[in-house]
């Protein structure tokens, strides 16, 4: 298992710049389909479809921060210099765009609570109880206590998935992830950049 790991977290992180253009485009899919000049009938469904590809991009983009630190903890010089705060920000951004993008329509808690709660009545059958008025109740009761529990982290989750989904805010990330990604390429970074005018 470590022998793959040490074979593919290097890929990973040699290739960060191509999962922050491929990223940044599949963000800014809003932006890219309209400059395609698709008609305004078929965006909805043509973004809908990036949405879903840009999801495992997305995890890729998130895997690739922790590739990194694994990669720059195993050696005593960092062997990636260019892995600098700038990219780990993009990706951490851009994964977290790509995931939540299709799936920030998603109810989890009701599916989740659902799902508790049968496993709860479960192990009651599976502990020999025989009533099925008892095990209802103690279904409904763990429902909604999960439901009540979750519903407030879902409400911030929701809340967060609508705002990095919105245009604007994503073909924004999306723009700032293309431009890192082709510095990237020639050894530059957006911070040295930053660094350069002063900005940061």
Request: hydrophobic share 60%; net charge negative; with cysteine.
């Amino acid at each position: 298992m470590l022998v793959v790991l040490d074979f593919l977290l290097p890929i990973l992180v040699d290739w960060k710049s191509i999962i922050l253009i491929v990223g940044g485009v599949l963000a800014a899919s809003w932006l890219v389909v309209r400059m395609a000049g698709v008609s305004s009938d078929d965006i909805s469904g043509i973004i809908n479809k990036l949405a879903i590809i840009g999801f495992p991009v997305g995890i890729i983009a998130i895997i690739t921060i922790g590739a990194g630190f694994y990669l720059i903890s195993k050696s005593p010089e960092p062997s990636y210099p260019t892995f600098d705060a700038i990219t780990i920000g993009c990706l951490a951004v851009l994964g977290f765009v790509l995931i939540l993008r299709p799936i920030k329509d998603f109810k989890f808690g009701a599916v989740l609570s659902l799902a508790i709660g049968l496993i709860g009545s479960g192990l009651l059958v599976f502990f020999g109880a025989d009533s099925i008025k008892f095990m209802s109740v103690v279904f409904i009761i763990i429902f909604f206590i999960i439901y009540g529990a979750i519903r407030m982290f879902e409400d911030l989750y929701l809340l967060i998935a609508d705002f990095l989904s919105s245009p604007f805010i994503s073909v924004t990330i999306g723009v700032l992830c293309i431009l890192q990604g082709t510095l990237l390429i020639f050894n530059i970074s957006l911070g040295g950049i930053f660094t350069l005018f002063g900005i940061i």
